[in-house]
């Protein structure tokens, strides 16, 4: 795993100033709670996420890493290796899709995989989703914006009954509050007949900004007005591998 090029992210961004940028490493590297390992890449990314301002920034930091030492169920535990990720990696897909929407915006796309609902765990499927989203941005560097689509295709009340109302709390809190990225878009494709049961659980949660970002897709075809259909995989109707090919199976 490769961090991306900072000389190819400050030419992509050059209202980025870097040695703002450099100025918050200082600043980081002086915290005693922060890793001496915390990179510059790293910075950029949340310097970026919170528009250039520096105070902002270092709240959101200090946000994210509080929230990484106290919910567990997201954020400890992270060997592949261990059952409960690898059933989360068989019941689920993540998959970051290849090139942008036309305003350059970075999707990445969730879907049940096992549609048996008692292998679905809430927590499990986020520490994924968490572990994924990670990666992706280490290894992508910052972007205009990033789209997170969920495709409830599948889905039941048996899934929904087994997501907790304090796990659903906690992961929209680390979402809009502490996660380093810009959120342009925030869809559901394939939507359900309870979707109001799933709203109901998010609503208490959800603050205007993603309220405002939130979109339901009875039709595909309004879905391609967000997201290009090329850029989509071919469960999707688009040009792209198909969502199992994306993520390497077989």
């Known amino acids: 795993m490769k961090e991306a090029d900072l000389e190819e992210q400050y030419a992509r961004f050059p209202e980025i100033k870097r040695s703002e940028v450099q100025k918050f490493v200082e600043w980081i590297h002086v915290q005693p709670h922060i890793s001496d390992n915390f990179s510059e890449g790293e910075a950029l990314h949340f310097f970026h996420a919170c528009r250039y301002s520096m105070e902002v920034a270092?709240?959101?930091l200090d946000i994210n890493l509080t929230a990484r030492t106290h919910l567990d169920e997201f954020f400890v535990n992270l060997d592949c290796e261990r059952p409960e990720l690898r059933r989360a990696m068989k019941t689920i897909s993540i998959v970051p899709l290849p090139g942008a929407t036309p305003e350059g915006y970075r999707v990445i796309v969730a879907k049940l995989d096992d549609l048996n609902a008692s292998n679905y765990n809430f927590a499990d499927a986020m520490k994924l989703?968490?572990?994924i989203f990670d990666f992706w941005m280490?290894?992508?560097g910052i972007q205009p914006g990033h789209v997170i689509v969920i495709d409830l295709k599948g889905c039941a009340l048996g899934h929904l009954a087994r997501i907790g109302l304090l796990q659903m709390k906690k992961f929209l809190f680390y979402l809009q509050e502490a996660a380093a990225i810009r959120l342009i878009?925030?869809?559901f494709v394939n939507i359900v007949p309870f979707m109001d049961k799933i709203m109901a659980l998010m609503n208490p949660f959800m603050k205007k900004e993603l309220s405002s970002v939130l979109h339901m897709h009875n039709d595909i075809n309004d879905f391609y007005k967000f997201v290009p259909r090329e850029m989509l995989p071919k469960d999707y109707g688009g040009?792209?591998?198909?969502?199992s090919v994306a993520r390497g199976e077989p």
């Open 58 to 60: 270092k709240q959101v």
């Open 129 to 131: 989703y968490c572990m």
């Open 138 to 140: 280490y290894e992508d």
């Open 185 to 187: 878009g925030f869809h």
């Open 239 to 243: 040009l792209g591998e198909e969502t």
